[in-house]
């Protein structure tokens, strides 16, 4: 059977495993964001978080996804649910890429251009979301990518815990030995990731363009 | 605000000092600026001149002495609200590089609730004031020139009409006819508007020009406060160095 026959044979499943793998990627980078945007902005106000908020994240993505979906699996509330055990995993995945995004983009703006904003009494917050969240906006885009298409990877592995997403193609091609059942869950995964991939790198130098005006 | 301005001076250092690490940045300044009124904070890098911007505006507290504005210590003043009623201008403008030009010299009055219609009137007489062409309202700093950048600079700190205006190498960084061409527009300016002025810079030239009266900062202390006619006759040694310094070298060369 060729890819081409096994993907028209099964459209209405591959269609399916497409939503829930977007799905579960979409939503884990949301919450991944929702979270590390606001920490690193903390670290930003806190410097002494700094180094215990970046380490902690950095050791979460040293663990081998597999690995981390198999920790989970006894956790009370996430085991019984493949899906929230797999968003859950994948959120923790995206977080170092935002928190340091969000941290050295705010750090990196100019300090001159936040002298002036404090001097024409700008508050901490006005000074936030006018000039620092703004100028660093293109970095944390970067961040937000990186953390997606990382998202969009790592997912194919949530089908090992029963999570669903295309690493179920990907999975059953594994243990048949068939690389088209194999490919069917690869090649959308991968055009999934670039689509991301271009979407947010084009909004990055849209970004970027307009805090590099000076 | 500019009721304020009429009583008594708008900023008054009284014994002012301020230490950083066990080392005194400025030491036992006093000295006062009226309404109307430019002092030349001249001195050179090091000698604590930002540092005293920074007293006016509540950057910075003094850790000895008072800084008054408008007769309050500045530690008394809400540091938004002091910061608001002090127009600030920077070397190279300290434009925000993300907001038009138009965003840019609208801020304060919008943060301060202004209607947009009334912001929209203020930027455009205000454009007018620093004889910028209407149509840059909409261009960002990083399209302009020094000099528009540095104009800009002047339009952003006018825009909630402060009494007071504080300005830091303000025209340190253009080039020289441009230097001297916004020179003579802060001049004709400043007799129209009659801010209280603090205008510091590294360059007794300018500082002549444009000065009511110097302020020479050495080291942290305030060793001369003159007049422009007074200054070059000084005995001080500080400011007999100064005037060799900037001495013409034009005149040299003619009289060689």
């Known amino acids: 059977m060729s890819l081409w026959h096994f993907v028209v044979v099964n459209r209405a499943q591959l269609l399916d495993l497409t939503v829930e793998h977007i799905t579960l990627a979409g939503v884990a980078t949301l919450i991944a964001a929702a979270v590390g945007i606001p920490l690193g902005i903390l670290i930003t106000r806190v410097p002494q978080l700094s180094k215990p908020v970046l380490g902690s994240a950095n050791v979460i993505q040293t663990i081998p996804s597999l690995a981390l979906f198999g920790f989970l699996l006894p956790a009370p509330w996430l ?42 009494g700008l508050t901490d917050r006005q000074l936030l979301f006018q000039v620092e969240l703004p100028l660093a906006s293109g970095v944390i885009i970067a961040g937000l990518r990186i953390a997606a298409v990382l998202s969009i990877g790592v997912a194919t592995i949530a089908a090992a815990v029963g999570a669903g997403g295309l690493g179920e193609f990907i999975f059953r091609g594994l243990a048949m030995v068939n690389n088209q059942v194999i490919l069917a869950g690869a090649i959308p995964a991968a055009l999934l990731a670039l689509v991301t991939d271009s979407f947010l790198g084009w909004l990055e130098r849209r970004l970027n363009a307009v805090g590099l005006r000076s | 605000m500019t009721n304020l301005a009429s009583r008594g001076p708008a900023i008054e250092f009284d014994h002012a000092s301020f230490w950083l690490n066990g080392r005194p940045i400025l030491n036992q300044v006093s000295f006062s600026v009226q309404a109307g009124e430019t002092l030349a904070l001249l001195g050179r890098s090091g000698s604590g001149k930002t540092t005293a911007l920074k007293l006016i505006n509540g950057l910075r507290l003094p850790t000895g002495g008072e800084v ?75 399209e302009l020139s020094g000099g528009q950048r540095q104009r800009v600079g002047i339009a952003r700190a006018l825009a909630a009409d402060p009494p007071i205006l504080i300005m830091d190498e303000a025209f340190s960084a253009l080039d020289p006819i441009t230097r001297a061409e916004m020179q003579k527009e802060f001049l004709e300016l400043q007799r129209r508007v009659r801010k209280a002025v603090v205008f510091v810079t590294h ?49 040299k060369r003619r009289s060689a």
Do not use: C
């Open chain 2, 203 to 251: 360059d007794l030239r300018e500082a002549m020009l444009l000065g009511d009266r110097i302020a020479l900062l050495e080291d942290g202390h305030l060793v001369a406060n003159l007049t422009p006619a007074e200054f070059p006759d000084s005995q001080s040694p500080i400011v007999r160095a100064y005037v060799q310094a900037f001495s013409d070298p034009m005149a």
């Open chain 1, 79 to 120: 085991g019984e649910r493949a899906g929230r055990l797999a968003i859950f995993a994948l959120a923790l995945y995206g977080l170092l890429p935002l928190i340091r995004n969000t941290y050295t983009g705010i750090r990196n703006v100019d300090p001159t251009v936040l002298e002036a904003g404090r001097a024409m």
């Open chain 2, 68 to 142: 008054r504005v408008h007769g309050r210590r500045t530690s008394e003043w809400d540091p938004i609200r002091l910061r608001r009623s002090i127009g600030y201008v920077m070397q190279e403008g300290g434009l925000f590089p993300h907001f038009s030009v138009e965003k840019n010299i609208g801020l304060v009055p919008r943060i301060e609730g202004w209607e947009e219609r009334r912001v929209r009137d203020r930027v455009s007489e205000l454009l007018e004031t620093v004889r910028l062409n209407g149509d840059v309202v909409s261009r960002y700093p990083g």
